[in-house]
Each structure stands twice: as C-alpha cells, then as structure tokens.
C-alpha cells in the first residue's frame, strides 16, 4: 500500500514540475490558428524593424538581412522579415485591438514541422508585448519549459510545442500562435481594450552568456547560433481577432446594428437596419463559453438575457460571409 502511495505521489509530482502546455498544430488540443480563419479581421498595417546581430555573441558577424519591414504587413503570406539575436519589430495598426472571448491577436513564423514525428518542429520564438500609447509595452507571460542542459542547435534539433507558452514560433508556418490580452489585465498604464502597438522581441535561445529568460526566470533554449542572414525570429504576420472601429468591419456597416440597453437587466434589443438572411448572433461569457445563439431575422429582435449572473458578456455577430463583429455587453 505505501508503495502504490509512493508511486502515485512521484507521477503527480512529475506532472506538475513539466507543465504541458497546447500541442503544434494538427495535433488534437492545439491551439494554433491557420492564416486563412475567418477570425482573423485585420492585420498590421504599419512594422518598423531593430535587426539584432545573426550572432550576438560575435557582433562581427553583422546584422541579419533577410526581408524587410513590409514583409510583416498584410496577411501571413509566408514572406518573413528576420530580427536576428534580440531584433525587435514594433506593428501598429489602423485600429485598436480590444480584450474579446479568448484570443485577440496571432502572430505568424516560417516553423517547419519534424517529418518523422508531428509533436515535433524547428522552432524560432520571440516575446510579444502591447501597448496602448506607443510608450509602455507589457510583455506577455512567456513560459518555457524545455531542457535547458544542451543547447538546441540550428540543424536537425526539433522543439515540442507542449513546453512552450506565450511565446510568438510556438507554432509551425501558416498557423498563428493565439495570445489573448485578459492576462495582461490589471496592468497599470495598459489599457486591454484599446491596443495600439504589438512589439516582437527575438528569443535569443542561448543557454549560455545572452539567454533569454521566461516569465519565471528559466532559460528559453532555442536554436543558437543561428548566424545566417536569415537568422533568429521570422516574422510572416501579425493577425487581430478583436478589432475596434465599426467603421472598418464590413458585417456592422453593412447590417447598420445597434444595441440596448447596454448594461441591461432582463431584455435585450438588437436591432438591424439591413437584414441578411444568415445573419446570426452568439452569446457568450467572459471566457468565450457559448451561452446561447440565435438568427436575427428582423429589424428588431429581442434577446432574453435575465437568467444570467452581473458581469460582462460579449456579443459575436456573424454572417455568411465569415464577417464578425463582436460588442462587450454589461449584466446587471
Ligand atoms: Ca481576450
Ligand atoms: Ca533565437
Ligand atoms: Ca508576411
């Protein structure tokens, strides 16, 4: 009996020192994004580069020169700008990204998953920082949980993406790694709801002199070196979720929506200048559960909403056409 105890106490201990993280893409549990969902509404629309050096710890070697900053505008096209050792891209957008159910912005690399095991891919990560005025940025909580004993190396060395978190190469080309600005809530001088700016910081990957720590001050081991033009971070794009402006979002121009009152109690009107035929609308709470759904097939429509707890709750309008258009909705 005290043995089974034991053993019982070693494998829960083992599983929670390696914590696991979403798998790559194609894999069941993943949380990776491909380029082409219709959750995507916007991209950046503006990307200054820093280059870092393609060895830091040989500033001779010079600086990478692979792409360049218009190459991370637009939809994740696979054409990348690299940022080499510690290189930074600032992007900016036409409109502000705000705090929606789950996810509200992906960013896109050039990985490359490992043929012969789909855990498995190479790998270049950055950190990903917001900003609401340009000024001060708040970096996402990066979580790293790969050997930091033997350095990754440039040829052959795959990384699972289970042991990664909050990191911008989590996930292989043409898949975006989700982040969403709930964690960074709280954050004095942040404002989640109106994000100008998405900054990418280039891991550097040294287990040695020049490592980048995580969140909780492990070493992020990623290729190094990786001196090449085309070295370190690979930014394809940076893609918005939730998009503020109902000037830009074809589905409320479109529709000419409005809703009341906003907070509500009991009943809620939605109501449309233009109806469509599959235009529908999702309830969902602060966590992106479904509460409920249903078709607006008039110009005025009525939601019943008094089953529910005080708190906030979105509202996702969806057409046909994949358009969507999400509003922050108070219960009282
Ligand atoms: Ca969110
Ligand atoms: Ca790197
Ligand atoms: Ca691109």
């Known amino acids: 009996m005290r043995n089974l105890s034991l053993i019982f106490v070693s494998c829960f201990w083992a599983f929670t020192v390696s914590a696991q993280y979403a798998p790559q893409a194609g894999v069941s549990g993943s949380t990776a994004i491909i380029a082409t969902s219709s959750q995507f509404v916007g991209w950046a629309t503006g990307c200054t580069i820093h280059r870092g050096y ?33 290189g930074v891209a600032d992007l900016t ?20 998953p490992n043929p012969a095991n789909a855990e498995e891919a ?9 900003s609401s005025d340009g000024v001060n940025y708040f970096r ?43 964690e960074l809530s709280g954050k004095v001088g942040l404002d ?21 720590l995580d969140n909780a001050g492990r070493k992020i081991n990623d290729p190094y070196p990786t001196a090449i033009p085309t070295g370190g971070f690979d930014l394809d794009a940076v893609g918005a979720i939730h998009q503020k402006s109902v000037s830009v979002n ?36 602060i966590t992106g559960k479904v509460l409920q759904t249903q078709r607006l097939t008039s110009a005025v429509n009525e939601m019943n909403v008094s089953q529910y707890a005080q708190g906030i709750y979105y509202l996702i309008f969806q057409d046909d056409k994949g358009n969507r258009w999400a509003e922050k909705l108070t219960k009282l």
């Open 250 to 285: 074809p589905l409320a121009v479109n529709i000419g929506l409005s809703i009341y009152p906003n907070p509500v109690v009991d009943k809620l009107v939605l109501s449309v200048q233009t109806i469509q035929p599959h235009l529908r609308v999702t309830l969902t709470d």
């Open 192 to 212: 989640i709801d109106n994000i100008t700016h998405v900054r990418i910081v280039d891991v550097v990957g040294s287990i040695g002199a020049h490592a980048s």
């Open 122 to 130: 190479f790998l270049e990560l950055a950190f990903v920082e917001v």
């Open 140 to 182: 996402f909580p990066a979580n790293s949980n790969t050997q930091d004993t033997t350095q990754i190396r440039i040829a052959g060395d795959y990384m699972n993406a289970r042991y990664i978190n909050n990191l911008a190469g989590k996930y292989i080309a043409n898949y975006g790694t989700p982040f969403d600005l709930e």
């Open 54 to 86: 393609m060895d830091i710890a040989n500033p001779s070697s010079g600086y990478v020169t692979a792409g360049d900053s218009s190459n991370a505008i637009g939809a994740a096209d696979h054409n990348i700008v690299s940022l080499g050792d510690s």
């Open 93 to 112: 957008f036409d409109h502000p990204i705000y705090n929606g159910p789950g996810a509200d912005l992906a960013v896109f690399e050039n990985g490359f």
